[in-house]
């Protein structure tokens, strides 16, 4: 299972009808979502044309609209990873999915920027928060899956040895096979 065949299940099983992608790149998650209402960003430009050549900031700053799925797999820093998430909660539908890539690196060689990064910090850091619920497939890299849902906060680890000792916990890992067993927003 890859990313965005997690992206692919959320949207047929929920009915979701629009789409933002953060970091598109080479496009391999973006031109794969099957949604006629979608948006990328990629600050490094696209020859796609529903692709905006800016920032993730810069988009934020003058976003208006709420999307009912946003994938974020843009800069791999953790301050960045972070802002993208808190961006990307608040302009989400109710009933909406924030999903994060690359939140479980193999091992400290992967969390370089140009790899998983430090994304597992900004996951982390949002799971602080009781109003959301965080499940992460263990496919990937990592596709954790953020929902506007009450939930106990998860534990903390800014160590990366301590978060791969406590990876179950802090990222509540599933399998790609029971990722059809959740019931996100109660359905």
């Given amino acids: 299972m890859k990313r965005y ?19 598109v ?33 810069q988009f934020f700053l003058q976003n208006d609209r709420k999307f009912d799925l946003i994938f974020v797999d843009g800069d791999h820093r953790s301050a960045q990873a972070l802002r ?11 009933n909406g999915f924030v999903v994060v890539h690359d939140t479980m690196p193999h091992n400290l060689e992967y969390t370089q920027p140009n790899w998983c990064g430090t994304v597992f910090r900004a996951v982390q850091e949002i799971n602080q928060d009781p109003s959301i619920s965080l499940h992460t497939v263990n496919t990937d890299h990592g596709v954790s899956i953020l929902s506007l849902e009450p939930s106990p906060p998860g534990p903390l680890y800014k160590d990366f040895f301590d978060f791969m000792d406590n990876l179950s916990l802090c990222l509540n890992i599933v399998t790609p096979e029971n990722l059809a067993h959740i019931k996100f927003y109660g359905k």
């Fill in 5 to 23: 065949d997690v992206l692919i299940f959320l949207i047929n099983k929920y009915q979701l009808r629009s789409y933002l992608e953060i970091g």
């Fill in 25 to 57: 790149r080479e496009s391999t998650t973006f031109s794969r979502i099957n949604l006629e209402d979608k948006i990328g960003i990629n600050p490094g430009g696209s020859t796609l044309s529903k692709v905006l050549s800016i920032t993730s900031d």
């Fill in 84 to 94: 993208d998430l808190k961006n990307s909660l608040i302009s989400i539908n109710d």
